[in-house]
């Protein structure tokens, strides 16, 4: 079982689209990461979220921590091709990056 | 400031052959991770060090896999023999400490027959 499960696994809409993708958890997390890997290439920090509730933008792109601290979830407004890679979430147990199985995610023009 | 790098990016072998990774961090960076992402997976972590020493090896499969990092810069990661399912990336990550932001390399995609 994973500790973090994501979904949808996969992801194919059109240039322009909205879509939300999520990172769900039974356990309780002091924070939670959101990764970008574009293909060839190795995950890129997006954002850590810390306070339960709390909502973060880059851009396009909506962060939100759950109220419970138990699930995140990532908004993204208005999809561009670049956009187009697998979004991984994180959570840090005993000083170990423990991810989640990630959601693949194709912008198609 | 140039970021991690690793080589080579791809290779392929066939299965009871042994491979070697290679992987210098950033610059200052006292925190070099190793990682085997499997396709539809997300990256888990096989050995963490701190400078040279090994701070987290517990899912390493030690009988075959093996690390080192001698001088406390670059890295090398070994399989031997390799499995049909070591097909996977391996990823090599550094950070500054242990608590701070992870930054990864491009990875090795390695297929093994």
């Known amino acids: 079982t994973q500790l973090l499960e994501q979904s949808p696994q996969f992801l194919s809409i059109q240039e322009g689209e909205n879509l939300t993708v999520y990172c769900n958890s039974s356990?309780?997390?002091?924070?939670l990461q959101w990764y970008r890997q574009e293909p060839g290439e190795g995950p890129v920090l997006l954002v850590t979220?810390?306070?339960?509730?709390e909502v973060k933008k880059l851009k396009r792109l909506t962060f939100q921590f759950g109220d419970a601290r138990k699930d995140s979830s990532l908004h993204i407004t208005a999809a561009q091709t670049g956009d187009t890679g697998l979004y991984l979430c994180?959570?840090?147990?005993?000083?170990?990056?423990?991810f989640g199985q990630g959601t693949e995610l194709s912008v198609k023009p | 400031e140039a970021g991690v790098a690793q080589s080579p990016r791809y290779k392929i072998i066939e299965k009871r052959q042994s491979v070697a990774f290679w992987c210098n961090p950033i610059?200052?960076?006292?925190?070099l991770y190793w990682y085997q992402q499997i396709l539809g997976q997300g990256p888990k972590l096989l050995i963490q060090?701190?400078?040279?020493?090994?701070?987290?090896d517990s899912q390493l499969p030690k009988d075959r896999f093996s690390a080192e990092r001698l001088k406390g810069v670059d890295s090398t990661l070994k399989i031997q023999p390799a499995k049909l399912e070591d097909s996977a990336v391996y990823l090599c990550?550094?950070?500054?400490?242990?608590?701070?932001?992870?930054?990864f390399g491009p990875g090795t995609r390695l297929l093994v027959l």
């Open positions: 990550a550094s950070s500054f400490s242990h608590q701070e932001t992870q930054y």
């Open positions: 060090f701190q400078n040279n020493g090994v701070v987290d």
């Open positions: 994180a959570v840090r147990i005993g000083g170990k990056l423990i």
């Open positions: 979220v810390v306070t339960g509730g």
């Open positions: 356990s309780v997390f002091s924070s």
């Open positions: 610059s200052g960076h006292a925190t």
